[in-house]
């Protein structure tokens, strides 16, 4: 009983989210229709990305959508047991709550879940890419799949640290 217990140590992946915290600027467009002819609502957001120890980045992005004030909190980290990084999602205009698992092949992090959709009154599966353009520049794209299995593009966010 007077083994010492060894607490995790962080890894090359944890570090390369800890790279993430700092205030960005976001360009967004928000895809409202499924027919690539629809063009995006625009618009200009703010997301604050801090660490939360070694392992885990907590975020908070701010914006106006459609005329209302919009946040949204996610958390980031790497599960070095499954080799993957998770992921979670909660907003202030929707009641759903995303969990996301994925992998990072070069510069690419893409991740997937399954969650409710308040449109369709089903749940739907989603997809998200994130790519890492420089350390100061990242795009964010999510996808939701339509119950023909197309994809539907949900949002673009381009980040450029502030």
């Known amino acids: 009983m007077s083994q010492q217990m060894e607490f995790p140590t962080p890894t090359a992946e944890h570090a390369g989210l800890q790279e993430r ?3 960005w600027k ?3 467009s928000f895809y409202m229709d499924p027919d ?3 063009p995006p609502m625009v618009a200009e957001a703010k997301e604050t ?5 070694p392992f885990w980045t907590r975020s908070v992005y701010e914006s106006d959508f459609m005329g209302q004030p919009f946040r949204g909190q996610a958390t ?3 599960d070095p047991e499954n080799e993957e990084y998770v992921s979670t999602w909660i907003d202030t205009m929707s009641p759903t709550f995303f969990h996301f698992r994925g992998k990072l092949e070069g510069d690419t992090l893409e991740m ?3 969650a409710f959709d308040c449109m369709s009154k089903m749940e739907a599966n989603y997809r998200t890419t994130e790519v890492l353009r420089s350390p100061d520049e990242r ?6 799949e339509l119950p023909d299995g197309n994809e539907f ?3 673009t966010h381009v980040y450029t640290r502030a």
């Open 49 to 53: 990305v801090e660490t939360f120890g």
């Open 139 to 144: 795009v964010f794209e999510m996808f939701m």
């Open 26 to 28: 976001v360009q967004s």
């Open 112 to 114: 997937k879940g399954r």
């Open 21 to 23: 915290a700092g205030v």
């Open 36 to 38: 690539p002819a629809t």
């Open 76 to 78: 980031l980290g790497y």
């Open 153 to 155: 593009r949900m949002m």
